[in-house]
């Protein structure tokens, strides 16, 4: 029954998991970015929800989908302004200007919040299941971060935008030829990322304490849900997810809580040498 409670655990904990990488992914994917602002934007949108219920009254689950909004107009601005005009340069061009845009937003916060956990307490109790407890808070957190993680691919495999984006994320050449503006989808896709991510820091803080603490850990998660599912897939991301929930779980309860996240990276660091693409990835594009 402990074993069973834990795998329970570890596939609540990777839907949630899937939900933080999946934007990561996308963006990493789709514009060659690793994009180190992602754990900020996840942090941002649980401090966002959390005062708009302290001080307004708000539920987080009407202030989602307007926590979303903000973060994909804030992505998109970001975007379209300042990280395209140096897009086609190497990676590391990109990335030094996302860590320091992570800088600037992790010191806003910092200095207006404060590093001081906070979360919005719902007190829902936990359903027993045959003897096995689950967290309804957890619970809802993990069907409302399935359920964007399933908006999110319906996006990408029915909608002109997502047909757009999986065209340029294969050549972006070939798609400017053909009439698609690349740099209106590259902040498309970066507003979507940010999205995902404030969607996530809102669902994070119904359940977990947020603190700009977290920023790093978030991020470092999302790089191993990415490299353990496969880079820029949304199943991908969903099988990384559930995988890295389960590791963690088993682990925590096999080394303690404190290995949990070594193991995780471990995990990353054998996949890498044995199947760089990932379990469900593929070499080149989708």
Same mark, same amino acid.
């Given at each position: 029954?402990? %074993? %069973?409670?834990?795998?329970?655990?570890?596939?609540?904990?990777? #839907?949630?998991y899937s939900c933080l990488a999946v934007g990561f992914s996308l963006v990493w994917g789709v514009l060659n970015i690793v994009n180190m602002l992602h754990g900020s %934007? $996840?942090?941002?949108?649980?401090?966002?929800?959390?005062?708009?219920?302290?001080?307004? #009254? $708000?539920?987080?689950?009407?202030?989602?989908?307007?926590?979303?909004l903000l973060m994909y107009l804030l992505g998109y601005g970001v975007q379209i302004s300042m990280i395209n005009r140096v897009v086609s340069q190497p990676v590391l061009t990109t990335m030094t200007l996302t860590f320091g845009l992570d800088l600037i937003l992790y010191n806003f916060m910092t200095v207006y919040y404060s590093a001081t956990p906070r979360r919005v307490t719902l007190d829902l109790g936990a359903?027993?299941? #045959? #003897? $096995?407890? $689950?967290?309804?808070?957890?619970l809802l957190g993990m069907v409302l971060a399935l359920g964007l993680t399933g908006m999110l691919y319906l996006v990408m495999r029915r909608s002109r935008i997502g047909r757009a984006i999986v065209a340029v994320r294969m050549d972006s050449a070939a798609a400017a030829l053909m009439g698609i503006r690349v740099d209106r989808i590259y902040a498309i896709t970066f507003g979507i990322g940010a999205l995902m991510a404030g969607a996530t820091g809102a669902i994070f803080a119904m359940v977990y304490p947020v603190t700009t603490n977290l920023t790093g850990t978030y991020l470092g998660k999302a790089f191993v849900v990415c490299i353990i599912g496969g880079l820029g897939s949304v199943p991908g991301a969903l099988a990384g997810g559930i995988v890295l929930g389960i590791i963690e779980s088993l682990a925590g309860q096999a080394f303690g809580p404190q290995h949990a996240l070594t193991v995780g990276f471990v995990l990353m660091l054998i996949l890498l040498v044995v199947r760089p693409t990932g379990l469900i990835g593929i070499k080149g594009y989708e």
């Open positions: 029954m402990a %074993l %069973l409670q834990t795998l329970v655990n570890g596939i609540v904990l990777g #839907g949630l %934007l $996840i942090v941002f949108g649980g401090y966002i929800t959390y005062f708009a219920w302290h001080s307004y #009254g $708000i539920h987080p689950l009407l202030a989602l989908p307007v926590v979303a359903l027993d299941v #045959g #003897g $096995i407890a $689950i967290p309804v808070d957890r």
